[in-house]
């Protein structure tokens, strides 16, 4: 039996030097423990601690379990090492030390890609502010004078949009318009079209239900162009198609 218990206080401690923030002494079922939670694991792992050679980092409570979080003492050390090979020891420390590189890589990955997702959208953000603070400060005199112009300005991008979507469907594409080549289409037909009034004609289209708007559905870092990507409520709108029951002849009556 003390074979035994030595046996577990051995593997115990050398899981403990490769971890030196500290392990649960007893496992849990989302994170295995230095011992089993059984009675042979309760005697190993109060020997280990009677001796000195783990010490209580901090407790942690789950539910109405209280769990020790241990790690080994300078007397663990020197214990692990008069009863195993030095050699053993570095080769687990060694396999500790890849384990959590490959940890860290991971979330340096994901740090990136998030990095990347909040700097999309405080461009959307900065976008949406500046159009509201261009539209506050027009004055009311400026909108008068050029309110005509600006409609018919207005019904000819929209016209332009929805003529583009009606020429896309028929071409028999396999997927919805994307966003990018909607604008650049648009824009050869009209070089001063900027992608905030691009923006402004695909909103009042889809207010007005004359279009559909579709989200991007992939994670928003690998948004391919993303300033020509539309926040539309909560989403992030990368694709546009015309509704169906469009007036016939669209050709004609949307010319500007």
């Not at 901090?58 to 007397?75: N, Y």
């Amino acid at each position: 039996m003390a074979d035994k218990s030595t046996a577990q206080v051995l593997n115990a401690l050398s899981r403990a030097i490769a971890d030196p923030q500290g392990v649960p002494l007893h496992g849990r079922k989302d994170y295995p423990g230095l011992f089993a939670g059984n009675a042979a694991g309760r005697l190993a792992a109060l020997r280990c601690k009677d001796e000195g050679y783990l010490r209580l980092v901090r407790t942690e409570t789950r539910g109405k379990t209280t769990h020790e979080i241990c790690a080994i003492s300078e007397k663990g050390v020197a214990f692990l090492l008069s009863q195993v090979s030095p050699r053993q020891v570095l080769e687990d420390f060694i396999r500790a030390l890849e384990m959590r590189q490959g940890q860290t890589s991971q979330l340096l990955a994901t740090a990136s890609e998030m990095q990347v997702s909040l700097d999309f959208l405080k461009t959307l953000a900065e976008r949406a502010l500046a159009q509201v603070q261009g539209q506050s400060s027009q004055s009311e005199a400026h909108n008068l004078n050029n309110g005509a112009i600006a409609a018919s300005g207005h019904k000819c991008c929209e016209g332009h949009l929805l003529k583009l979507l009606a020429l896309w469907n028929e071409s028999g594409a396999s997927e919805d318009c994307p966003l990018p080549d909607l604008y650049r289409q648009a824009h050869e037909r009209s070089s001063h079209l900027t992608i905030g009034q691009f923006h402004d004609g695909l909103r009042r289209l889809y207010d007005q239900e004359r279009l559909y708007l579709h989200p991007w559905t992939g994670p928003l870092y690998a948004i391919p162009e993303p300033a020509y990507a539309l926040l539309v409520g909560h989403e992030i709108a990368y694709y546009a198609s015309i509704r169906t029951g469009q007036p016939r002849a669209l050709s004609d009556s949307l010319q500007c």
